[in-house]
Antibody, heavy 120, light 110 residues
Framework: QVTLRESGPALVKPTQTLTLTCTFSGLSLSTSAIFVSWIRQSPGKGLEWLARIDWDDDKYYSTSLKTRLTISKDTSKNQVVLTMTNMDPVDTATYYC????????????WGQGTLVMVSS | QSVLTQPPSVSAAPGQKVTISCSGSSSNIESNYIFWYQQLPGTAPKPLIENNDKRSSGIPDRFSGSKSGTSATLAITGLQTGDEADYFCGTWDNSLSAWVFGGGTKLTVL
């Protein structure tokens, strides 16, 4: 059974850098052709795709946030990490990691999400 | 604002049918598969419909999807109180080179 779990700080201050970690179980990042994205949802709002890293280390970013985002993976720990710089209160949201089984497929497995609040 | 447009809310009585629309453009819906997700209160989204009209694993046939041109539709028949949730459409956008979603539609089963 594939599970994803997000972890990171619940509260960050404006201008700080956010680091979120997505830890997998039930599959290996080093042996599976998978595609992992970060998606966020502001309170009461819709979904916003942020970034994706592929099994072969190809990376894709939201055009509007590209300058602030970095996605990476640590196959030895079965983790995908997202950093977002210069956090602002408008970045307050629940951040999800989600997996696609193939490049153009659905997000078929999601983590439970982690709520990040940006406030001084 | 979301790239894909959905009605904010829909409602219907138990046992009835409801449809949820998703409107986009030639660079997203018209050119790529559309996906639908269900988000029950306090939980993460889960896949409902993939590749326009294929039900995801474990999804009953009360749920169906269709696509025509730059729009897509999710239909739910035999409504149950357990169907109360937010529903999102999503697809790849060739111009933005990004996955895009609708703003979500809140379904109320009266």
């Amino acid at each position: 059974q594939v599970t994803l779990r997000e972890s990171g700080p619940a509260l960050v201050k404006p201008t700080q850098t956010l680091t979120l970690t997505c830890t997998f179980s039930g599959l290996s990042l080093s042996t599976s052709a998978i595609f992992v994205s970060w998606i966020r949802q502001s309170p009461g709002k819709g979904l916003e795709w942020l970034a994706r890293i592929d099994w072969d280390d190809d990376k894709y970013y939201s055009t509007s946030l590209k300058t602030r985002l970095t996605i990476s993976k640590d196959t030895s720990k079965n983790q995908v990490v997202l950093t977002m710089t210069n956090m602002d209160p408008v970045d307050t949201a629940t951040y999800y990691c989600a997996r696609q089984g193939y490049s153009s497929g659905p997000f078929d497995h999601w983590g439970q999400g982690t709520l990040v609040m940006v406030s001084s | 604002q979301s790239v894909l447009t959905q009605p904010p809310s829909v409602s219907a009585a138990p046992g009835q049918k409801v449809t949820i629309s998703c409107s986009g453009s030639s660079s997203n819906i018209e050119s790529n598969y559309i996906f639908w997700y269900q988000q029950l209160p306090g939980t993460a989204p889960k896949p409902l419909i993939e590749n326009n009209d294929k039900r995801s694993s474990g999804i009953p046939d009360r749920f169906s999807g269709s696509k025509s041109g730059t729009s897509a539709t999710l239909a739910i028949t035999g409504l149950q109180t357990g169907d109360e949730a937010d529903y999102f459409c999503g697809t790849w956008d060739n111009s933005l080179s990004a996955w895009v979603f609708g703003g979500g539609t809140k379904l109320t089963v009266l």
